[in-house]
């Protein structure tokens, strides 16, 4: 039977190494985000979309998706809160 796309090839994935493991997690942090972004605001510059797109920081994408829910424009997600 095919795995659905997204999921790990063996179900038993747990001998990936932890920094496998950390970017797996960034680059899902990733998706949620653009997918996120498109649904609340539509249109997202292309300046936008690479600092997503080359952020290594699990952390502030976490953030980020977060404050998706809160903020008004996109701008504003990328503006420190204050």
């Known amino acids: 039977m095919p795995v659905p796309p997204g999921m ?8 990936v ?3 496998t493991r950390e970017q797996r997690k960034i680059t899902a942090a990733r998706r949620a985000i653009d997918i996120a972004l498109q649904t609340r605001f539509l249109w997202i510059s292309p300046e936008k979309r690479e600092a997503i797109a ?3 920081d699990l952390e502030l994408l976490q953030q980020w998706l977060i404050r998706i829910l809160t903020v008004d424009t996109v701008d504003e997600l990328f503006a420190e809160p204050g």
């Open 8 to 15: 790990p090839e063996s179900w038993d994935d747990h001998h």
């Open 17 to 19: 190494s932890p920094a």
């Open 54 to 56: 080359t952020c290594e």
